[in-house]
């Protein structure tokens, strides 16, 4: 036994544990500026559609943060930037239509025809909502009124173009979320969101840096299994 008021010393971490926290460190790091960079981008091209990513509503009264979304895609749609419009989001606990839904009604009254309306009303999570915008547009992909050609799938056909609008910080993700599910996306964040504009950004932006490699984890792991995300 080791003498009263004696330590033993503590087992240093092997350098490969080290190792190993500083590139996972430095991974975080590059995601999270990566994140600021995307934050950034915003195309002028035009697409086949927008696709809109959904946020809360009260009682179909969109969210001041989906307003500025749905703000952003009217002002896409009425430039003649795309000819219809994807709206994402489902019902949360409590809420009696979707969010898509909610923004079909604020779209609608604001001068979009409804028939230039796609929803996806089901989806959840960013993961979810574009797995199912990917799977409305793939549906109609010969009925689309289609602005581009340029880019193809996996299997040599036309993939649609999209201009992705939510706020600033989820930018990255979408993109990749999007080329994953055969999309070719479009960058077009909404710069009004009450989000952007108050320090809160910083927040989400910390919170981003964590949903990016979860999610595309998560992808990989449905790719290999064959499975789809749902809700």
Same mark, same amino acid.
């Given at each position: 036994?080791?003498?009263?008021?004696?330590?033993?010393?503590?087992? %240093?971490?092997?350098?490969?544990?080290?190792?190993?926290?500083?590139?996972?460190?430095?991974?975080?790091?590059?995601? &999270?500026?990566?994140?600021?960079?995307?934050?950034?981008?915003?195309?002028?091209?035009?697409?086949?559609?927008?696709?809109? @990513?959904?946020?809360?509503?009260?009682?179909?009264?969109?969210?001041?943060?989906?307003?500025?979304?749905?703000?952003?895609?009217?002002?896409?749609?009425?430039?003649? %930037?795309?000819?219809?419009?994807? @709206?994402?989001?489902?019902?949360?606990?409590?809420?009696?239509?979707?969010?898509?839904?909610?923004?079909?009604?604020?779209?609608?009254?604001?001068?979009?025809?409804?028939?230039?309306?796609?929803?996806?009303?089901?989806?959840?999570?960013? &993961?979810?909502?574009?797995?199912?915008?990917?799977?409305?547009?793939?549906?109609?992909?010969?009925?689309?009124?289609?602005?581009? %050609?340029?880019?193809?799938?996996?299997?040599?056909?036309?993939?649609? %173009?999209?201009? &992705?609008?939510?706020?600033?910080?989820?930018?990255?993700?979408?993109?990749?979320?999007?080329?994953?599910?055969? @999309?070719?996306?479009?960058?077009?964040?909404?710069?009004?969101?009450?989000?952007?504009?108050?320090?809160?950004?910083?927040?989400?932006?910390?919170?981003?840096?964590?949903?990016?490699?979860?999610?595309?984890?998560?992808?990989?792991?449905?790719?290999?299994?064959?499975?789809?995300?749902?809700?």
């Amino acid at each position: 036994m080791p003498a009263k008021g004696l330590r033993l010393p503590l087992p %240093r971490p092997s350098r490969l544990i080290w190792r190993g926290i500083l590139v996972l460190l430095a991974g975080w790091l590059v995601c &999270l500026v990566a994140i600021a960079g995307w934050s950034r981008r915003s195309s002028v091209d035009k697409a086949d559609a927008i696709i809109v @990513l959904g946020a809360a509503q009260y009682g179909g009264r969109p969210s001041p943060v989906l307003r500025s979304r749905l703000d952003h895609a009217l002002g896409l749609y009425k430039s003649g %930037r795309a000819p219809d419009v994807v @709206l994402t989001g489902g019902r949360r606990p409590g809420d009696q239509i979707s969010e898509a839904a909610a923004g079909r009604r604020y779209l609608v009254r604001r001068g979009v025809p409804n028939e230039h309306i796609l929803l996806e009303s089901s989806g959840r999570t960013s &993961l979810a909502s574009m797995q199912g915008a990917a799977d409305v547009l793939h549906a109609l992909r010969d009925s689309l009124q289609r602005v581009s %050609r340029n880019s193809a799938d996996a299997n040599g056909e036309a993939s649609p %173009r999209v201009l &992705l609008v939510s706020d600033p910080f989820h930018m990255l993700r979408l993109e990749i979320l999007a080329r994953m599910h055969g @999309l070719s996306p479009l960058m077009s964040p909404t710069r009004t969101s009450p989000i952007s504009a108050n320090r809160a950004v910083l927040e989400y932006m910390l919170r981003e840096s964590v949903a990016l490699p979860t999610d595309l984890a998560l992808m990989l792991w449905l790719k290999v299994t064959g499975r789809q995300i749902e809700g």
